[in-house]
């Protein structure tokens, strides 16, 4: 592994399902970040980690959480999907006191 | 809050300079970011400015004035290859890290 990795790269979902999204890195960064993209409006942040064991909430929170059990890892969960979770998600990490963020390759979710 | 304002689209030839604008509005920020996104590709980082005054790095400048709430991303000796979405970003001063709000995009096209 070099960087971040997502997983699934797509997915199609029913509306009401349970989903997770895949987030790890092994930059050995402290702090991670989910962002959802949508057309006409930028990347938009949902959660953030600023070191393991700590998650804090960011713009549009609602609909979704997250765990940091280890440095690596940083799973983004839906618990029950709705249409407007329709999105790009995209993964990215940063040295705590950095201002460079990295960018995994996106999960791109369809909710139906 | 904070938000953040770019022209959505940019049209510019090949080896010509074009600048794009970034207005802002927020109650304090670390500093200015900016990034490149290919279609369907990830975000990647580009420089950031934490003091007023001109950063350059090869082709690429970018420039913060605080007074003004305004910074742009100034691009020279325009290749095909760097058509694409550019996003600047604020690194806020609440939450700790580098949590980033972005702007909403602007889309560079550069013709022949």
């Known amino acids: 592994i070099a960087g971040i990795t997502q997983a699934p790269t797509s997915q199609i979902l029913a509306a009401g399902r349970r989903m997770t999204l895949r987030c790890t890195q092994d930059?050995?960064?402290?702090?991670m970040y989910w962002y959802r993209q949508d057309l006409g409006l930028g990347l938009r942040l949902i959660h953030y980690?600023?070191?393991?064991?700590?998650?804090g909430k960011g713009e549009v929170p609602d609909g979704y959480s997250v765990s940091r059990a280890n440095t690596d890892d940083f799973p983004l969960t839906l618990a029950s999907a709705v249409p407007s979770q329709t999105s790009v998600y995209f993964c990215?990490?940063?040295?705590?006191?950095?201002?460079?963020?990295?960018f995994g390759p996106g999960t791109r979710l369809t909710v139906l | 809050g904070q938000s953040l304002e770019q022209p959505s689209e940019v049209t510019a030839v090949e080896g010509a300079i074009v600048q794009i604008n970034c207005t802002y509005q927020?109650?304090?920020?670390?500093?200015l970011s900016w990034y490149q996104q290919h279609d369907g590709g990830a975000p990647t980082f580009l420089s950031y400015?934490?003091?007023?005054g001109l950063e350059e790095t090869g082709r690429f400048s970018s420039f913060l004035s605080r007074s003004d709430s305004y910074g742009y991303l100034l691009l020279q000796e325009l290749q095909m290859k760097d058509s694409a979405s550019y996003f600047c970003?604020?690194?806020?001063?609440?939450?700790?890290?580098?949590?980033?709000?972005f702007g909403t995009g602007t889309q560079l096209k550069v013709e022949l």
């Open positions: 990215a990490s940063s040295d705590r006191d950095n201002n460079e963020q990295f």
């Open positions: 930059m050995r960064h402290n702090a």
């Open positions: 980690s600023n070191t393991a064991g700590t998650t």
């Open positions: 927020t109650s304090g920020f670390y500093g």
């Open positions: 400015n934490a003091l007023d």
């Open positions: 970003a604020v690194r806020g001063l609440t939450g700790g890290g580098n949590k980033l709000t």
